[in-house]
Each structure stands twice: as C-alpha cells, then as structure tokens.
C-alpha cells in the first residue's frame, strides 16, 4: 500500500490506518455488542493486505479496543505502528470527561502500554481539547513521556488553530488527528493550510462519516446502544435524510470510478495533499478488504470538482 510521511521528518505511514473505535465494544459512546474474535481478525487481516498502523485510544470501550488491539498484534508488534490517545478519562461508574492534568496523562500511558501489552507507543495523542487544563501542562508532559521513550511521536486531536501554536511554541506537533469527509470539510478553511506550512502531518478520522457515507448505510440495522443513534446528530433528521441524498448523488461518479461509495469516500479525503491517512474504521475482515482499495485511487479532477460543487450547493454554502 502507498505510504506517506506523517509530519515533518517523521515515519512513512500507510494511506490507510486502521480504526479501532468501533472494535472497543458496548460503552457510551459504543457500536453495540462486538465480537472480540471477528474484531482481531480484522485487524490482522488489514495487516496482510498492508495497512501497517492501527489508530486506538485509552477511552474506547474504556480500555477494551487497546486490550482487542494488543491482542491482534501480539508477536507483531515491531511491524505495526501503533497509535493510542489520551486526554479521555472516566470513573467507578464510567463516566467520561475530558482530563488532561499531567499526571494523569502520565498514568493514562502506562494503563494503556499495559493493555496493549508494549513498552511504547509511536504515536500519543490528546485526544480532545481539556478545557480544565492549560495546554502547556498536557503538552509539556507528552513532551517529557516522548524524551523517556515511552511513544516515540506525539501529536493532538481535534485541535484548531490556537491550539496547535500554543503546543508549537514548546515542541513540533507531529499530527492533527480532525474529522474529514465530504460532508465535513472545516479543516480545509484554516487548519489544513496551517499544518501544511508547519509540517503537521493530518490523520483524518471518520473518512466515510462514521459508515454513513459506506454507500450500504442501514440505520434499521444498527443495535440500540449504537452511539450513532444514542448520541449523533448527524444519524437524525433532517440532516440524516440530507446526508443520504449526497450519497445517492455520488453513486455515479463511485460506479464510473469502479468504486464502492465507501471507496470514493475514502479516496476523497486521500485526494487532499495535506492529509497524510485517512483512518477508516471496521470490524470485520470483509469490510477491511473492501476499504483498502481506496488507498492509491486517484479520483479524476472533474470528478473532484462535481463532488466540491455538490456540496457546497447541497449545504447552500
Ligand atoms: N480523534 C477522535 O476524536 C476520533 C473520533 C472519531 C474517530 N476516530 C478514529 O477514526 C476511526 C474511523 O472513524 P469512524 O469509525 O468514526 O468512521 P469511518 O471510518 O468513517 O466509518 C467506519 C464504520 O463504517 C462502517 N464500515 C466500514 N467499512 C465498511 C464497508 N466496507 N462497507 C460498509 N460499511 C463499512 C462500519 O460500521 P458498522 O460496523 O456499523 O458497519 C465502521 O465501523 C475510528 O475508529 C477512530 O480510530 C477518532
């Protein structure tokens, strides 16, 4: 599979990472009931067909997905680059709140080398902005946690612009970890061109709109407890049915493509060249053979362009 650089002299990454929200099981902000052995096998199987990182955080399934992760790449570990985030912490009664006070960044690192059974990460991040702490504290720990070895890069999530300085001024930030798809297109205004100029690589998440922009979404098919139900607006009308719409415009250009919409999708994101991988989430093997395919995929510009003017007239932007 392609690779590209994440950030400014930093590890060749394939253009496809493997997600692994989705394999951490029933929690908050779950997917519904997971099978652990599916979920591994999924994982492996990306590896074979040559995705070569897998993108975790401490919070999904409240340790799980880095217990499920830990498991699918034990005897392995040395050939995967292996991202975790911070920065999410729940309590006794698994309650979740955003908390990134240094020490226990520090203490969050150690739970999650433990479950993914490792001595370190390559990539740390934060996984959303701590309004509670200044960002210099949380920064200045992942700073210290990468000069001991324990991850060897580290980077934030969810950050704009401010932020991004805020952290710059002390170290290089390795990674912006945003949302970006065809139906999220923020980044594009002020913090891609900023990463770009600064040599922040982007790791975009939920490439395909957390399944939505699959082409073969079913929202009947989703359990109860799915967080896209509980939570999301996005899985609501009217915005729901409006999504749906983009999909259904965007059939032809995937079929002339010889393309699922989920794979157009994925090569949209890919086709923007400040973006380094998109993370593309899954739980079983079948899904993983289907979305690599978009890795390498170069999307026609007029193709491009229908899809940028579909929106924009779509959204009345
Ligand atoms: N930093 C952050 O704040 C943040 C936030 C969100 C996500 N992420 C990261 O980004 C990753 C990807 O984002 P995401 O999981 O939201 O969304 P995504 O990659 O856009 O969509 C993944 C979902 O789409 C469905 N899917 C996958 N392949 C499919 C296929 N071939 N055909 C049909 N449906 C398919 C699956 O849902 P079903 O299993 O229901 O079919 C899958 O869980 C996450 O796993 C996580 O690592 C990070």
Redesign the pocket.
Known sequence: MNTRQLGTNGPRITEIGF????VGGAWNFG?GKTDDTESIRAIRHGIELGINWI???AV?GLGHSEQVVGEAISGNRENVFLAT?CGQVWDDRNRVRNFAGAASVRKELDASLHRLGTDHVDLY?I??PDRSTPVEETWGEMIRLRDEGKTRFIGV??FGVDLLQRCQALAPVQSL?P?Y?ILERDIEREIAPYCAQYGIGIVA???????L?????DRS??AAD?WRLVHSEKFREPRFSRDLKVVEQLRPIAERNGL?V?QLAVAWVLANGAVTSA??????A???E??VVAAGRDIPESDLQEIGHMISSDRGR
């Open positions: 997600g692994a929200w989705a997917w993108d975790t955080a999904y985030k991040q996984h959303w999530c969810n970890q949302i798809n998440y939920s490439p395909m709109q957390s399944g922009l699959s082409g073969s979404f098919r989703l799915d699922t989920g993370i593309v989430g899954a739980r079983r079948e899904q993983v289907q979305n």
